[in-house]
Nanobody, 119 residues
Framework: QVQLVESGGGLVQPGGSLRLSCAASGSSSRFNVMGWYRQAPEKQRELVAIISSGGSTNYADGVKGRFTISRDNARNTAVLQMNSLQTEDTAVYYC?????????????WGQGTQVTVSS
């Protein structure tokens, strides 16, 4: 059973930084893609950043230049470094992992971690 566990959320003032971590357990296979999504109250879940096993990245326009995603393939972990946080970044952040194998596509989600940006 694959599990994704996020950590690192919390309360921070505007302009501050947070570092989110995602650790995957229960799988010895390398995920094709790992990423972060977020959901603010009364809004749909949206992509924040994704990274392939080869290191290619994609960011939402609103976080480019402020957030950086990275991963450790050997440990099946992903990190989202968030700088210059704004109140609009307040949301529950979810780790996501996708494995495309010979028997199909498998997608996993973490339980979410709250990020609150407020003065």
């Amino acid at each position: 059973q694959v599990q994704l566990v996020e950590s690192g959320g919390g309360l921070v003032q505007p302009g501050g930084s947070l570092r989110l971590s995602c650790a995957a357990s229960g799988s010895s296979s390398r995920f094709n893609v790992m990423g972060w999504y977020r959901q603010a109250p009364e809004k749909q879940r949206e992509l924040v950043a994704i990274i392939s096993s080869g290191g290619s990245t994609n960011y939402a326009d609103g976080v480019k230049g402020r957030f950086t995603i990275s991963r450790d393939n050997a440990r099946n972990t992903a990190v989202l470094q968030m700088n210059s946080l704004q109140t609009e970044d307040t949301a529950v952040y979810y780790c996501n992992a996708v494995y495309q194998g010979p028997f199909g596509r498998y997608e996993y989600w973490g339980q979410g971690t709250q990020v609150t940006v407020s003065s």
